[in-house]
């Protein structure tokens, strides 16, 4: 019983296996991968679909590479190994994971060889020598080398700003990080200008988040400036206007905003400059009016005050005329009443009784 329990896990354990081994093609070389007689021998395929060659092509080489760098995972890791013996302020896990993405590119295929099977299958084989695989080896990490070089360049350059310029800061620490992270150098120590070591990525980060919050806090106050302007308080807007620039120098931000101010400010100029010129003229009423426009462009100017002085004139001013017209027209009606007066009384006679004189005698 114990036997025929012990197969039958067997079978189960090696069926998966066997299952597996059925389901991979035959390689239409009869070379085996791997390294044999100074050669490095990587085979990869990948199955044909929808008549899609060139995806089939491009998957069927990515396996082959992999398979090819597999191949001489130990000869990689030996030589990362001694290369970062000397080579201070460089983490051998990230040199090799770089090398294992891009030697490859650096070699292109230079040795390859492609044939499509029967059964609809890409199959690549790509080899290479030993000294062709060690050359490309040292270029690729003399690229990293050089390209971490540039990243620090940049880093050098963002760093030259002042922190009022924060986007053209911005833009060379995003092209120093991006360099570092396509060279897998984000751990790679830097000597500073004080002479300490530092990881570089990590500073950049440091400095970059910085600066971004530097221009978010401008970009707050260039909003701030745009809602004074729609409430109409232009001096404010002129504050939160210069005080944003002055954090951050963003040229287009701040064109915007004060091209609107100065089409504002124009406009209140205009109805302004007119009220004090009817004010002067003594034509409060009007005056008023032009006032009270300018005072609803920018409703911190003095013309608030000025319209309410204005109407207080004018109100004093209707009302000290109507005062006179009334007292012309009094005067006016007490002169017509008299004239009346004057006109019902005969001619001789200042009463109302008659006299009688006597001409002759009666005697």
């Not at 398979?67 to 051998?92: H, P, Q």
């Not at 209140?268 to 300018?294: C, L, V």
């Amino acid at each position: 019983m114990r036997s025929f329990k012990s197969k039958k896990i067997a079978i189960f354990l090696i069926f998966p296996f066997l299952l597996s081994c059925a389901s991979i093609p035959s390689s239409p070389w009869p070379q085996k991968q791997g390294y044999m007689q100074g050669i490095y021998v990587g085979i990869g395929y990948a199955p044909i679909k929808k008549n899609n060659l060139t995806e089939a092509r491009e998957m069927a080489f990515n396996d082959a590479l992999r398979k090819l760098g597999s191949s001489n995972e130990i000869f990689i890791k030996s030589y990362i190994k001694n290369y970062t013996s000397f080579k201070k302020g460089v983490l051998r896990e990230d040199l090799e994971s770089y090398v294992n993405v891009s030697m490859y590119k650096v070699l292109g295929t230079k040795r390859f060889e492609e044939k499509i099977d029967p059964d609809g299958h890409y199959w690549v084989r790509v080899w290479m020598t030993k000294e062709d695989f060690e050359k490309s080896l040292q270029r690729t990490l003399l690229i990293r080398e050089k390209e971490f070089l540039r990243a620090k360049d940049y880093y050098e350059i963002a760093n030259s700003y002042e922190s009022r310029k924060a986007l053209e800061k911005l833009k060379w620490y995003e092209k120093a990080k991006k360099i570092l992270e396509e060279v897998h150098a984000t751990n790679d120590v830097y000597r500073n200008k004080d002479g300490h070591e530092v990881i570089l990525y990590a500073l950049i980060e440091k400095e970059y988040f910085e600066a971004k919050e530097l221009i978010d806090r401008a970009n707050l106050l260039y909003q701030q400036a745009e809602q004074e302007l729609k409430n109409h308080n232009l001096e404010t807007a002129k504050k939160k206007l210069k005080e944003a620039f002055s954090m951050v120098e963003d040229h287009k931000r701040h064109y915007e905003v004060e091209s609107e101010l100065k089409v504002q400010q124009a406009s209140f100029e205009s109805y302004y400059g007119d009220a004090e010129r009817f004010y002067d003229k003594g034509n409060y009423s009007t005056a008023s009016r032009y006032y009270q426009k300018a005072m609803e462009i920018n409703k911190e100017s003095d013309a608030k005050e000025k319209m309410e002085k204005s109407n207080d004139i004018n109100k004093k001013k209707v009302k000290n005329n109507f005062k006179r017209a009334f007292a012309i027209g009094l005067s006016l009606l007490l002169a017509a009443g008299l004239i009346v007066l004057a006109s019902s009384t005969p001619s001789g006679s200042s009463s109302g009784y008659s006299t009688r004189y006597n001409t002759g005698s009666h005697y």
